[in-house]
C-alpha cells in the first residue's frame, strides 16, 4: 500500500523502513570505524568501486575496468578478511545493544525474557567509595564491569579470584604496592571475577595525547564488548567512564553513580 508520491515515484510503508534499517546500520558502521584506520581503508575501497563505475559504465574503459573488476570480484570474503575485528565488533553491537531489549515497556509486553537468569545487583556503594578514595589518594585503577558477556577470555589473561565486592578490597587491588595492582579487574555478577587482567587496547588515533594506557584499555574493552569501565588517573586522579568505544572524562560521583543505576538497572 502506497502512502503518497512523489511524482513518478511512489512510496510504500514498508521503503520508509527499510531506509531506517539501513540508516541505522550505516549510523552503527560509521561509529566503529572512525578514528580507526579501517576508515581509510573503507574509504579507499568506495574510490576503487567508483573509479570501477565510471570506467566501465560511462568510459568503457575495458582494460582499466578489467583490472578493478578483479580487485572488486574478491566481493565479501575481502572485506571480512580487511575488517576482521570491525565485523566483529559490529556484530557485537548488533547482539548485545538491542534496541527492544532496552526498553521497558517492550520487555513488560513481548512473551519472551530478554536475560535468561536474573543477575544479582551490583554493589554500586562499594565502587562509588573505592573510586572515591582513590581518586583522593590518585591511585590508578581501571575497573571493567560485565554486562551479558562474562569476558572468561580477558578474565583468564589474570588471576581468578571470584570474591564479593568491597570498598577495601579494590582499593588493596589497585595499591601501588600490591603485585596485582598492573592490570585491570573484571566484575561479573557482583563478584569480583579476576584482577591484573589484560585488556586490548583501542586503535582509535583520535583520541587526545593525555590519554594514558588505562583509557585506551578501557575503551578497548568496552569496543570489543558490551562493557562498561571505569578507570582512575594516578597523575589527576580523575574519574572516567568509558562505553561502547567512547570515553567520558573527568566525572564526579553523582555522575558515575548515575551512569551504574542506567546500565545496571538499578
Same mark, same amino acid.
Given at each position: 500500500?502506497?502512502?503518497?508520491?512523489?511524482?513518478?515515484?511512489?512510496?510504500?510503508?514498508?521503503?520508509?523502513?527499510?531506509?531506517?534499517?539501513?540508516?541505522?546500520? $550505516?549510523?552503527?558502521?560509521?561509529?566503529?570505524?572512525? *578514528?580507526?584506520?579501517?576508515?581509510?581503508?573503507?574509504?579507499? $575501497?568506495?574510490?576503487?568501486?567508483?573509479?570501477?563505475?565510471?570506467?566501465?559504465?560511462?568510459?568503457?574503459?575495458?582494460?582499466?575496468?578489467?583490472?578493478?573488476?578483479?580487485?572488486?570480484?574478491?566481493?565479501?570474503?575481502?572485506?571480512?578478511?580487511?575488517?576482521?575485528?570491525?565485523?566483529?565488533?559490529?556484530?557485537?553491537?548488533?547482539?548485545?545493544?538491542?534496541?527492544?531489549?532496552?526498553?521497558?515497556?517492550?520487555?513488560?509486553?513481548?512473551?519472551?525474557?530478554?536475560?535468561? !537468569?536474573?543477575?544479582?545487583?551490583?554493589?554500586?556503594?562499594?565502587?562509588?567509595?573505592?573510586?572515591?578514595?582513590?581518586?583522593?589518594?590518585?591511585?590508578?585503577?581501571?575497573?571493567?564491569?560485565?554486562?551479558?558477556?562474562?569476558?572468561?577470555?580477558?578474565?583468564?589473561?589474570?588471576?581468578?579470584?571470584?570474591?564479593?565486592?568491597?570498598?577495601?578490597?579494590?582499593?588493596?587491588?589497585?595499591?601501588?604496592?600490591?603485585?596485582?595492582?598492573? *592490570?585491570?579487574?573484571?566484575?561479573?555478577?557482583?563478584?569480583?571475577?579476576?584482577?591484573?587482567?589484560?585488556?586490548?587496547? !583501542?586503535?582509535?588515533?583520535?583520541?587526545?595525547?593525555?590519554?594514558?594506557?588505562?583509557?585506551?584499555?578501557?575503551?578497548?574493552? !568496552?569496543?570489543?564488548?558490551?562493557?562498561?569501565?571505569?578507570?582512575?588517573?594516578?597523575? !589527576? *586522579?580523575?574519574?572516567?567512564?568509558?562505553?561502547?568505544?567512547?570515553?567520558?572524562?573527568?566525572?564526579?560521583?553523582?555522575?558515575?553513580?548515575?551512569?551504574?543505576?542506567?546500565?545496571?538497572?538499578?
Amino acid at each position: 500500500m502506497d502512502l503518497f508520491h512523489i511524482g513518478f515515484l511512489s512510496v510504500r510503508l514498508i521503503d520508509l523502513i527499510d531506509i531506517a534499517i539501513v540508516t541505522f546500520l $550505516l549510523y552503527k558502521l560509521y561509529n566503529l570505524l572512525r *578514528g580507526g584506520v579501517a576508515i581509510n581503508i573503507f574509504i579507499g $575501497l568506495l574510490t576503487v568501486y567508483a573509479l570501477y563505475w565510471i570506467c566501465v559504465k560511462i568510459l568503457n574503459m575495458d582494460l582499466l575496468g578489467t583490472i578493478l573488476g578483479q580487485f572488486i570480484s574478491l566481493g565479501f570474503i575481502a572485506l571480512i578478511i580487511v575488517f576482521q575485528q570491525e565485523v566483529r565488533r559490529f556484530l557485537i553491537v548488533l547482539g548485545t545493544n538491542n534496541i527492544l531489549s532496552k526498553n521497558n515497556f517492550t520487555r513488560q509486553i513481548l512473551p519472551w525474557n530478554w536475560q535468561m !537468569t536474573k543477575n544479582p545487583p551490583l554493589d554500586i556503594a562499594a565502587i562509588l567509595k573505592a573510586c572515591r578514595q582513590m581518586s583522593k589518594d590518585k591511585t590508578g585503577a581501571i575497573m571493567v564491569l560485565a554486562k551479558s558477556s562474562e569476558l572468561k577470555y580477558y578474565s583468564n589473561t589474570g588471576d581468578i579470584m571470584d570474591a564479593e565486592i568491597s570498598q577495601r578490597l579494590i582499593e588493596s587491588i589497585f595499591f601501588k604496592n600490591s603485585p596485582m595492582h598492573d *592490570g585491570a579487574i573484571i566484575i561479573v555478577n557482583n563478584k569480583i571475577k579476576a584482577a591484573r587482567c589484560v585488556l586490548p587496547v !583501542t586503535e582509535n588515533v583520535e583520541l587526545p595525547a593525555h590519554l594514558g594506557m588505562r583509557h585506551r584499555a578501557a575503551i578497548g574493552i !568496552t569496543e570489543q564488548s558490551d562493557a562498561l569501565a571505569i578507570t582512575v588517573s594516578e597523575e !589527576t *586522579g580523575e574519574i572516567s567512564i568509558a562505553h561502547e568505544g567512547q570515553i567520558q572524562i573527568n566525572v564526579n560521583l553523582d555522575e558515575l553513580e548515575k551512569v551504574l543505576r542506567e546500565e545496571f538497572g538499578q
